[in-house]
Structures are given as structure tokens and as C-alpha cells.
């Protein structure tokens, strides 16, 4: 296996990017997109930068009670080992960001105010590159900015300050995208809980907003603003140098559409009982926050007594190995990583890819041929996999061994030493885009799939699984559609079938994810004209195990073995017995001796006694 042993740091934006930008980072300039995009196209309403009275606060105001006291249950270590608290350290987030800028000039600025909304509120946005950041704009999103969210539509039970805070901003957002958040201005924490009127530690709001899906919706859908959707259902370049015409996400091109993948599922409707299988001490969940901020009882300060209800702030997705990559790239002062937190973290990641699907095979007889029957059922509250479509992929493994345990036949084999995936054989689940004919002239790349995710205008494929209470009409009006592929409405699951070769004695199936494949690092990499951002994450990506593929699930079904005819059980399984056993049942005309399934008369013939002898000499 891959070493995950961490590696001399190469690449430490937070404290020597004003060095790299004149030397490491090959003499890096802000250089000419392919779109002549200005900030105004990227413009998206809410809290805008440089308006708030109070600034974000660093995470060092908060992890000195929330923090040091239990590594399971505290927020502050769990939140540091999330790819929420990495989000600003991401190496493979820079290598993207470097290649959008590259595509669209300023285009930086829309990923940046989601990545660091605290060096994006602070006015440090530009350049688009990230090298303004400083500080406390490398925690990600961090406590004091969710604390501090405010839900864009006012309702009872909502704090009172924030019907001013909605009333004063002059642009308003239109729905939740995108991070157009809205913070309030003030240091005035927010939660789900009463603390009291003796609370002395900070000024605090009771908010169930913070305990809400619709918080999560404010990243967790992206639309890029650069395009118009069309009476057809295309997407057409905007005019340059002014924002989208009404920001609504269902006008603009969908990138990721995790939120409302969950608002049209089951989930959304109410609590479904899985049994416990995401929520911690729940065992109906349906929120966002049931399954990745489970429940469990303890304490979130080190001062207060313990909850029986208590939100683990875990965070944990589909990114199996990032968190490696940044404790390689940054000291661990810096980002709050330890040894336990990063294996626990990643352990919980896989964990919960486990436990996002179930996994059936069955023989099953396809027009009287015997096939390999794979489903694989999606659990989870939103397509498997989700979020960042790019690089992002699941795919079904299938091994045909004969009585000996010898692999017949290989589907989906993957190469862990060249991180190569055999696609041609098996069935890969992924959303792909990429630019149509009208992109491709207006900004001089190629047409067709790709990873240009800022100037993409096209959903090419999407066969990623549907959730439960998936509806072709409800999920058409969130811009989430199977594309290339078909579900039915009801169906989150999906079917596979594979011949069945020549003396298979049983077959293992598995299911596999990887976060970041082959390809795609391949592409940051070469892509890259302005900086070593796509080196530093490709070579993340090889001294981390190159994103090792994650096992979700896996099963063994044994075929019938038909020459094993006396039903043996001992080694060696085919002995002249099943010869004998062959030669009774066919004297006495048992239809088990129509080996080769004739239908004519006789039905018994000397074919049958070949058929026999092949599959005899075929181990099964």
C-alpha cells in the first residue's frame, strides 16, 4: 500500500506566500483569462466585504473553552480536522483556483468568498489569487463566521436584531447559493441553544438557524453567475462587466447541487428512520446537520455542563485525503492538526461512505442466461456521490474466481501503483461537464467534457444515484437531472449486469470511491501557466497514496457449481464422481443432465455429454 508517511512541506501559503509570489511560485501574475470577466460579473448579493462593525474573529477566540477537552466530543479539534476547517489550505482548492483565474479573469473572487469568508469579508479577495490573505483568513470557514449567519428570510422565533440587519443591506441575496451569506455585523454568536441571561463569556443569540439545512444550502449550491439559463434549457454567456441580470441560482449554470439534491429527497420531508445508520444517537434523521454534525451526549465547552444533544462538529464528507496533503504543507500550530485528529477524521469519512449505500448480488437468469445481478442502493440524503463534481467518482469492482480462488475475469480493475481505473469494463457514477459549441468559440477551448469548471456551460453525464423519494420532476426544477441516464420516479438505486465467464466457481463484488482521480490531477497539473499550485497538489496527491480509492462496500456470491454434480463439499471439489453422478442422471433422464438448456427431442443428447466434460475441464 501507498505510504501516508508526511513529507518535508514545500508549499506554506500562510506564512511565505509573499515570497512565493516572486520566486516559488514561478514569478505568478494575476494573467488574462480566457473570458475578460471583471469582479462585477462574479457578484453575488448578501453581506458584502469591508461592512461589518466587528471583523470575523480567529478561531483562537473560541478554542480556548471550546477545545482541549475531549477530542470525540469538542468542537474545536473534530471542526480543525473537517475540510471545512481546511477549506483556506486546500492544496488541490489553490491548484483549481489558479487554473479559474486563468479562464476568467476574477474569477478567484467567486471561490474565494466560500473557501475564506473571512478574508473575503475583510476585503482581501483581490487579487483573485488568495495573495492577500493573511492570518486567521486561512481558517476556513470557521466558528465565529457560521456563528455569526443570519438567515436571509426573517421568520417567528428568528432574533429580532436581524429584521434591521435584512432591512439595511442594499442587495439582498435571491435564494441561498453560491456563499451570497449574510453575517451579522456584530460579534453576536449564534445557536440553537438558550445559554441564559447570566452567560458571561460573549454577547450570544438564540437562532435555529444554525441548526438548519437552509444554512447549508449557502455553499452547498453553486451556480456560476458568468451564464444565463435559456428558453431551451442551454446556457448562454451573459453580458460582460455586470452582474447576473436577476441572481437567481435557477437562471445561472448549476456546478454543484448537493442541497437541492436533499430538498427533493425524502429527507426534506421529514425524519426517515435508518435505523441509526447516520446520526449518531438518532435513528430518524433529516436534516444536513443529523448526518454530518451527528448526535451524541457531551459537552461543547470545557466550563458548562454536558448536553444529552450535543452536534459533533465533525463535517465529514467524501474527501479521503487532503487533510494529509495540508499537515504536510502547513506546521500543525497553524492548522490545529494532530495525528489522531487527521486518522479519526479520515477514519469517519470512510466510515460514512460506508454506510451511504448497501450493496446486492444475485445470479439471475436474462433471457435463460445466468448474470451477475449488482445493485447498489443509495441511502444517503443526495446523489452518490455529490458536491464537487471533478475528479470525483464511484465505481463497481467485480472479480470472477473459479473453485480455486484464481481470478477468471476482472470488472473495473484499478492499478493502485499508476492510479489507473480500466473504465471500459464497468460502470463509473459520475456527473460530468464541459464547455457546448457557443462556449467553446467565445473563450477559444475545445468543446466537449472537461475540467474548465468556470467557463463550463454543459452537463454532458450524470448517472449519479438519486436519494430516497427521488422524483424526475422535482429534481428537473432544481437543475438536478439525471443526464445520459434514466431513473425512475421512486428509484435510488441502480442495476449493473455482467456475464458470467466460463468456469466462475463465485464472484466478488465491491464498490469504490475516490475524491480525486488520475485525470484530474493530471489536468491541474498541466493546465497550470501561472504558478506551481498544480505541482504542489500533484505531488500531494502522490506522496499521500494518490487518493487511494475508499471501499465502500463489498460481497461474495457463489454460482452454482454445475459439474460439481454429487454436490461435494471436499478439495479437490471435481472428482470422477461427478462423472458417475453425470452418467446416472442422465440413464434416468434427469432434466439436470440438459446441460446445454436444448429444447428439442430429445432433450438428452450426446451434446450434453460434451457440455459436461467442458465445464468439468473449466473447473465448474
Not at 79 to 96: L, N
Not at 211 to 216: E, G, L, Q
Not at 305 to 329: E, K, M, S
Not at 570 to 583: E, H, K, S, V
Request: with cysteine; charged share 15%.
Amino acid at each position: 500500500m501507498p505510504s501516508h508517511a508526511r513529507k518535508p512541506r514545500r508549499f506554506r501559503r500562510e506564512t511565505v506566500w509573499g515570497l512565493t509570489m516572486g520566486a516559488g511560485l514561478c514569478g505568478a501574475t494575476l494573467s488574462m483569462g480566457s473570458l475578460p470577466t471583471t469582479i462585477r460579473d462574479f457578484f453575488f448579493g448578501g453581506t458584502q466585504p469591508l461592512t461589518l462593525v466587528d471583523l470575523i474573529e480567529s478561531v483562537h477566540a473560541c478554542s480556548g473553552c471550546h477545545g482541549g477537552f475531549n477530542l470525540t466530543t469538542e468542537p474545536y479539534r473534530p471542526w480543525a480536522a473537517s475540510m471545512m476547517g481546511q477549506a483556506a489550505r486546500d492544496p488541490v482548492f489553490y491548484a483549481a483556483l489558479a487554473i479559474a483565474n486563468q479562464d476568467a479573469d476574477f474569477a478567484g473572487d467567486f471561490c474565494l468568498r466560500c473557501h475564506t469568508p473571512g478574508g473575503w469579508i475583510g476585503g482581501r479577495s483581490e487579487p483573485t489569487n488568495g495573495s492577500a490573505l493573511f492570518g486567521a483568513d486561512f481558517q476556513g470557514v470557521n466558528c465565529n463566521f457560521c456563528h455569526r449567519m443570519v438567515d436571509p428570510v426573517y421568520q417567528p422565533g428568528n432574533p429580532s436584531p436581524d429584521v434591521g440587519i435584512l432591512a439595511a443591506l442594499p442587495n439582498p441575496p435571491t435564494g441561498a447559493h453560491s456563499a451570497n451569506y449574510i453575517v451579522d455585523p456584530y460579534d453576536r454568536r449564534r445557536g440553537p441553544h438558550d445559554l441564559g441571561p447570566e452567560f458571561p463569556y460573549h454577547e450570544w443569540l438564540q437562532a435555529p438557524f444554525q441548526a438548519t439545512s437552509n444554512m447549508c444550502a449557502t455553499c452547498h449550491d453553486v451556480s456560476n453567475p458568468v451564464y444565463s439559463r435559456q428558453p431551451d434549457g442551454t446556457y448562454a454567456l451573459n453580458a460582460l462587466d455586470t452582474p447576473h441580470p436577476d441572481g437567481d441560482k435557477r437562471n445561472m449554470f448549476p456546478i454543484e447541487r448537493t442541497f437541492s439534491e436533499w430538498s427533493r429527497s425524502a429527507y426534506a420531508a421529514g425524519p426517515v428512520n435508518v435505523n441509526g445508520r447516520f446520526g449518531g444517537d438518532l435513528q430518524a434523521v433529516s436534516s444536513c446537520q443529523d448526518c454530518h454534525m451527528p448526535v451524541t451526549p457531551g459537552q461543547s465547552c470545557r466550563w458548562t455542563d454536558p448536553r444529552p444533544n450535543l452536534r459533533l462538529h465533525q463535517f465529514n464528507g467524501g474527501n479521503t485525503w487532503v487533510l494529509r496533503a495540508v499537515r504536510n504543507l502547513y506546521p500543525d500550530f497553524e492548522t490545529g492538526l494532530t495525528d489522531d485528529s487527521v486518522s479519526q477524521s479520515i477514519a469517519r469519512t470512510i466510515e460514512m461512505l460506508e454506510k451511504a449505500s448497501d450493496l446486492e448480488a444475485t445470479i439471475v437468469p436474462v433471457k435463460g442466461v445466468n448474470k451477475l445481478k449488482v445493485r447498489i442502493t443509495n441511502w444517503s440524503g443526495h446523489k452518490l456521490p455529490t458536491g464537487y463534481a471533478e475528479g470525483r467518482r464511484m465505481w463497481i469492482n467485480v472479480k470472477f474466481l473459479n473453485s480455486g480462488g484464481a481470478v477468471i475475469h476482472e470488472h473495473g480493475a484499478y492499478n493502485l501503483e499508476t492510479a489507473v481505473l480500466d473504465t471500459a469494463s464497468t460502470k463509473v457514477y459520475e456527473a460530468k461537464m464541459g464547455l457546448d459549441e457557443a462556449a467553446a468559440a467565445a473563450t477559444g477551448r475545445p468543446s466537449g467534457p472537461g475540467f474548465h469548471f468556470v467557463l463550463n456551460n454543459k452537463w454532458f453525464k450524470d448517472n449519479r444515484i438519486p436519494p430516497p423519494g427521488f422524483t424526475n420532476a422535482g429534481f428537473a426544477e432544481v437543475q438536478a437531472s439525471p443526464v445520459g441516464y434514466t431513473y425512475a420516479d421512486g428509484q435510488h438505486w441502480d442495476d449493473t449486469f455482467f456475464d458470467i465467464p466460463a468456469g466462475t466457481s463465485s464472484a466478488r463484488v465491491s464498490v469504490y470511491y475516490q475524491t480525486s482521480s488520475k485525470e484530474y490531477m493530471d489536468f491541474l497539473r498541466a493546465a497550470n501557466t501561472t504558478n506551481n499550485a498544480g505541482e504542489v497538489a500533484f505531488e500531494q496527491w502522490i506522496i499521500t497514496g494518490k487518493s487511494e480509492p475508499a471501499l465502500m462496500d463489498q460481497t461474495v456470491v457463489s454460482l452454482p457449481c454445475y459439474a460439481n454434480c454429487d454436490g461435494s463439499t471436499g478439495a479437490p471439489l471435481l472428482t470422477a464422481n461427478d462423472f458417475q453422478c453425470f452418467l446416472n442422471k442422465f440413464a434416468a433422464g434427469n432434466p439436470y443432465a440438459n446441460c446445454d438448456g436444448s429444447t428439442g427431442t430429445p432433450q438428452l443428447t450426446a451434446n450434453d455429454f460434451q457440455c459436461f466434460l467442458n465445464k468439468f475441464a473449466g473447473g465448474c
